[in-house]
C-alpha cells in the first residue's frame, strides 16, 4: 500500500475543516497510509519586511524539507504547477509506484509560500488553480482529490 504524506505548514483551527480532513482521511484509510505532518508555522509580527518574509520562509522550509521522507515522490503545490484533471492526477498516482517509490508527498506552503531549495527538491510542481487559496482550506482540497484518484484507479463509483 502506497504512502500518501502531507506536509503543511501551520495547525489547523477551523473545525470544519478538521471535520473534512478527519472524514477524508478515515475514507482513504482503505487506499494508501496517510500521514498528515503539520510544520510549526513561523509568527508574522505586525509588520513585514523582505527580509523578515525571506527569514520566516526559510525557517519554515527548513522544517518541510526535514519532514521528507527519502524514498518519496515530492509534489510542490505551487501556482506555476500543472494542472491536471482527476483522471490525470489519478494516472499520477498510479505510476509513482511503477518508478521504484514507495510514498507520494505532497507539500502546501505556508502564508509567504515555499522557498526555491524546496521547490528544487520536488519532482514536480502541481496546480489546482490560477487563484490563489489558503493553506487550509488546499488540504480539504487535496485529500479530496487524492481521495477520488483511488476511486478512479478503482472504478468505484464515487467520480461519476
Known amino acids: 500500500m502506497i504512502g500518501i504524506n502531507i506536509i503543511c505548514v501551520g495547525k489547523l483551527k477551523e473545525k470544519y475543516l478538521k471535520d473534512a480532513i478527519d472524514e ?4 482513504l484509510s482503505k487506499y494508501c497510509n496517510l500521514n498528515i505532518i503539520e510544520i510549526q508555522d513561523e509568527k508574522l509580527p505586525g509588520k513585514v519586511n523582505d ?4 527569514d520566516i520562509k526559510q525557517k519554515e522550509c527548513t522544517k ?3 519532514a521528507i521522507k527519502k524514498d518519496s515522490y515530492v509534489m510542490a503545490l505551487d ?3 500543472k494542472q491536471f484533471t482527476s483522471e490525470e492526477f489519478s494516472k499520477k ?5 511503477v518508478k521504484g517509490f514507495s510514498n507520494i508527498t505532497f507539500i502546501i506552503g505556508g502564508t509567504l509560500g515555499l522557498t526555491e531549495e524546496v521547490l528544487n527538491s520536488a ?3 502541481i ?3 490560477k487563484m490563489t487559496f489558503p493553506h487550509q482550506l ?6 479530496e482529490q487524492v481521495f477520488r484518484a483511488f476511486k478512479i484507479s478503482n472504478n468505484e463509483t464515487y467520480h461519476w
Open 123 to 125: 519532482n514536480e510542481f
Open 138 to 143: 488546499i488540504r480539504v482540497f487535496l485529500l
Open 64 to 66: 518541510i524539507l526535514n
Open 79 to 81: 501556482l506555476r504547477g
Open 51 to 54: 527580509s523578515i518574509a525571506k
Open 93 to 97: 498516482i498510479d505510476e509513482v509506484p
Open 127 to 129: 496546480s489546482f488553480s
Open 24 to 27: 477524508y482521511s478515515k475514507r
